[in-house]
């Protein structure tokens, strides 16, 4: 594991959200202070609020390759094209890691139920498969943003 992957999973492990744990390690690179960073991506977690649609991890990623082309591109047609082509990159990747970008697919449980929650916490999904996603994203945007 590189320092921002170790560092991510720090954030994770103090109690973060997938979301927070990797847009935390990009933040301040690209003039966002952590705090700020922290609290526009809280909502991001499991999935987008608990919905279980795209993964925090994955959703994190994407708000730091946003953050990395817009300090390198001024005119915004140019940003959205670039941002949206890593974004596509990111995911294929991602998808051929894991399978899918889903939180519901990735954990196979539901996390709006307090069965689904026991069963996370007891199986221990927070390390055995959310720890791996946030490592395979901050490993994946190093690839990309350092291409």
Known sequence: MNNLQTEA?????????????VIG???EKYGIDKSTAFMMSCGFGAGMGRLQETC????GSF????LHICRKVSDNKE????????????????KELHG??????????DLRTPEGQHEFHEKNMHETICEKCIEDAVKIVENLIMS
Not at 9 to 21: E, K
Not at 56 to 59: D, I, K, L, S
Not at 63 to 66: E, T, V
């Open 9 to 21: 999973i720090t954030n994770f492990r103090s109690g973060l959200n997938c979301a927070q744990s």
């Open 25 to 27: 390690v990009y933040s």
């Open 56 to 59: 925090g991890a994955v959703t």
């Open 63 to 66: 708000m730091a390759i946003g």
């Open 79 to 94: 940003r959205k094209e670039q941002s949206y082509a890593l974004i596509r990159e990111f995911d294929r990747r991602f």
């Open 100 to 109: 899918t970008c889903r939180c519901a697919d990735l954990l196979n449980l």
